[in-house]
């Protein structure tokens, strides 16, 4: 067991599945004996705003919230998500972020802009930086809506959670008829570079 | 080893409700608290629960099933115990038979709230116990201790939690459910359970008796602890507030208190005497400190620890730099986060309240509104919200509106459960003192924003029973509103020439505004639309919908094929007819 805590952030837009990406993750860290904490946002947030869903485990881990620049890993389903919420990352830390770019309604209704350089400014805030077409291998796959689980897959490269922990956490975690594409959607985001 | 799981706060408390032998459940919906009693009915058959028309009437409930013996609880948010202080204030001279908590979730930062207000005060406001947890593990505990507390004290409980303490996962150990031995049946004793003066004034005095064995029980509730560290700084803290406290100042004696009033004071008194510096750590209100400031012991607190917004482990960071003199680090927020556009929440593709704001949009009139998800109503583009108060204040406040001579036109706006927790008086109010608003319910079929809670005109129970579903538009006339009509929000002329003729008429109107909230459907309103490029004029009149499918591009606005619901709104606000129904089939 490692004795520091471990610190995952994983943010998007209301309704693309974070949640349930956390629940895995928590489930995988469970399962290995650790103390596990998590915290999600519920409620108007959820309708189409800004999300963030945090887990940390270790030995004894008292506070659910992840502190600025404390996160391990920070998961993104969404390209400027990363951005927003980048000072939660260690200097040293991972970032999976998915390539999806979900129009805001402050940008759609013509007020704000959306960043032309995502792609630059991502590279330049993140030193280690998994770039993935979450969304792309999931339709590939057959179903766009695991592309949650395609991120989970490549956050999971930074953690040292056993494969079996994983396995077992989305038997847990997934409905039945879900369980194939979502355990190739796992594999897929886990072995890519 | 016992089965121990991953549960929310609100999941253990569920449990923990179970485990205690509760039989009755009710409660309101509201974030961060609805999980609470969705969790306890997955129990059935043990345990009856409802949904009950607003928080007033579910403790009433609650405490009538208290009465006849049952243990039971009443769930809400924090404002939702305003709507319901009226029965909790007598409640508690009354006193209790089954053990009776009411589980209050504070949300301090106000994720999903219109106000931050502090539970803590009402349990000293009514003179009860109040039980804060932690965590999940403590969640299930505090609640058992609290249904026996107010068992054997005949005294309703507090049960405070937080956001983060609702909706944050920890383990949970599981044990048995205990049911009670007690015979179920309310024994006569008008003397105990009727307040009028003669009865009442030997009530106030019984609750100042209790108040002072309650001390003494929390000088020694489990729930209260010492932990002793290192003695040079002793923190006391409650909630959530301890989690984080444990993470900053890892080597501090800390003072936890569980059952938080009333205050142990001996223990506060002890603690105090056995570390050379004493920090409160506590959100929102300095319901602690003042306490402890009141026993004359000096103490940190409020001077460094922010008492507005939740508290974090970065901003007790910042408490510490006071502390110790040194200037706290400016957190330093996302480099990029200046530059980024905001991503607030918004009405969602397809939601039928986006035909009203827009209607709206058009008229020359003030528009008070309400709580729910049409309070996103008030963002732009829509921006057609000019008020929110309370639950049902959309009703009363267009009359108050009207009667202080208000040049324009108010329209009220409420949701259908708003309706039915808090709007019929209001339109009762319209109807006998000659108002005449118009008031429009946006009626989605369900409680949409807490997550799809039915309510009395949905036809469905918690329980998952057919109920008798209860009509607005009857409600309404049998209100003495004599104008009643139902529109399709979907239809933008309809709504157009509805709303004006009732705005224009000289008698009180009520709209009901009528479609189920597509999400709660899980399908499609109808087919989903495109703009046809050659077509379109790029005037962007769509873009006045708010409706996240529609993006605006550097070639003019285009749908996004994976988020549109088809409402076609669109198309009929589109003055070039460049949109359409995507075919089936037809690729883009």
Redesign the interface.
């Known amino acids: 067991m490692n004795e520091q805590t471990r610190s995952i952030v994983i943010v998007g837009v209301g309704g693309q599945g974070i949640l349930l990406a956390s629940e895995i993750l928590a489930q995988a860290a469970m399962l290995e004996g650790y103390d596990v904490k998590t915290n999600e946002v519920h409620g108007m947030a959820q309708r189409g705003g800004s999300v963030m869903a945090q887990i940390r485990y270790g030995k004894k881990v008292h506070s659910p919230l992840v502190a600025r620049n404390e996160a391990d890993i920070l998961g993104a389903l969404e390209k400027i998500e990363a951005l927003r919420y980048a000072d939660y990352l260690k200097p040293e830390g991972l970032a999976a972020v998915s390539t999806q770019a979900v129009m805001p309604v402050t940008v759609s209704s013509g007020g704000a802009r959306y960043p032309e350089n995502a792609e630059e400014l991502l590279r330049q805030a993140f030193p280690r930086l998994l770039y993935i077409d979450a969304a792309k291998i999931a339709s590939d796959l057959g179903d766009i809506r695991t592309a949650n689980i395609v991120l989970l897959g490549a956050i999971s490269q930074g953690l040292d959670l056993a494969e079996q922990s994983w396995e077992k956490a989305i038997i847990l975690c997934v409905k039945e008829k879900f369980l194939e594409i979502n355990r190739k959607a796992f594999a897929a985001g886990r072995c890519y570079s | 080893m016992a089965l121990?799981r991953?549960m929310s706060g609100n999941e253990a408390l569920a449990r923990g409700a179970f485990e205690a032998g509760v039989t009755v459940g009710a409660g309101y919906p509201g974030?961060?608290s609805?999980?609470i009693l969705e969790n306890l009915a997955l129990y059935k058959p043990d345990v009856y629960c409802e949904w009950s028309p607003n928080e007033k009437v579910a403790f009433e409930v609650a405490a009538g099933a208290s009465l006849a013996g049952a243990r039971s609880i009443v769930t809400m948010k924090h404002v939702g115990l305003n709507v319901a202080a009226d029965p909790l204030m007598t409640l508690s001279y009354i006193s209790v038979e089954g053990g009776f908590v009411a589980c209050v979730a504070d949300d301090p930062g106000m994720?999903?709230s219109q106000n931050e207000q502090d539970t803590r005060n009402y349990a000293r406001f009514a003179k009860i116990p109040l039980f804060e947890p932690s965590?999940s593990q403590e969640a299930c505990d505090f609640i058992k201790m609290a249904i026996e507390v107010s068992e054997q004290f005949k005294t309703p409980v507090i049960l405070r939690t937080t956001?983060?303490v609702s909706?944050?996962?920890?383990?949970v150990e599981l044990s048995e459910r205990k049911p009670s031995g007690k015979k179920i049946g309310l024994a006569k004793n008008p003397p105990r359970f009727v307040p009028i003066p003669v009865w009442g004034r030997p009530m106030r005095q019984r609750v100042e008796d209790r108040l002072i064995r309650l001390k003494a029980l929390s000088e020694s509730s489990p729930a209260n602890r010492m932990e002793w560290r290192n003695r040079d700084l002793g923190i006391i803290t409650s909630s959530?507030s301890?989690?984080?406290a444990?993470?900053v100042w890892p080597e501090a004696s800390v003072l936890k208190l569980g059952m938080s009033y009333p205050f142990p004071e001996a223990m506060m008194r002890e603690f105090a005497a056995g570390v050379s510096n004493l920090l409160v750590v506590e959100e929102l209100d300095d319901f602690i400190e003042q306490h402890v400031r009141a026993l004359g012991l000096a103490c940190r607190g409020r001077d460094v620890v922010p008492g507005i917004m939740e508290l974090?482990?970065?901003r007790l960071?910042a408490a510490k730099a006071l502390l110790e003199g040194k200037t706290p680090q400016v957190?330093?927020?996302?480099?990029?986060?200046g530059?980024?556009?905001?991503?607030?929440?918004?009405?969602?593709p397809g939601c039928p309240h986006r035909g009203i704001f827009y209607a709206l949009s058009k008229k020359k009139v003030l528009v008070t509104g309400d709580i729910g998800?049409y309070?996103?109503g008030a963002?732009?583009?829509l921006d057609r919200m000019d008020s929110i108060l309370c639950m049902g204040a959309g009703i009363s406040m267009a009359h108050g509106l009207e009667k202080a001579g208000e040049p324009s036109k108010v329209v009220g706006i409420v949701g259908d459960s708003t309706f039915f927790h808090s709007g019929i008086t209001g339109l009762l109010d319209i109807a006998y003192n000659s108002g005449h608003s118009t008031i429009i319910v946006l009626d989605n079929r369900t409680t949409a924003?807490?997550?799809h809670q039915d309510h009395p005109g949905t036809g469905r129970t918690l329980m998952g029973e057919r109920a008798k579903a209860i009509s607005i538009e009857d409600i309404g006339r049998a209100c003495g509103i004599e104008r009643v009509s139902v529109i399709n929000p979907y239809d933008l002329d309809g709504v157009d020439r509805v709303i004006s003729e009732e705005i224009a008429a000289d008698k009180p109107s009520l709209i009901v505004s009528r479609a189920p909230c597509p999400l709660r459907e899980r399908k499609m309103v109808g087919e989903r639309r495109k703009i046809k490029a050659e077509e379109c004029k790029s005037c962007?009149l769509c873009?006045?919908l708010?409706?996240?499918a529609?993006?605006?591009t550097e070639e003019g606005?285009r749908i996004?094929e994976?988020l549109c619901a088809g409402c076609g709104l669109c198309e009929q606000v589109c003055p070039a007819g460049a949109i359409g129904s995507i075919v089936r089939g037809e690729k883009e």
Do not use: K, W
């Open positions: 121990r991953l974030t961060p609805t999980e994720h999903s965590d956001t983060r909706h944050s996962r920890s383990l959530i301890y989690q984080y444990r993470e974090s482990v970065d960071l957190s330093m927020p996302s480099a990029y986060g530059r980024l556009p905001p991503r607030p929440p918004v009405l969602c998800c309070s996103l963002f732009p583009p924003m807490t997550g962007e873009l006045n708010g409706c996240p529609i993006e605006g606005p996004n994976t």
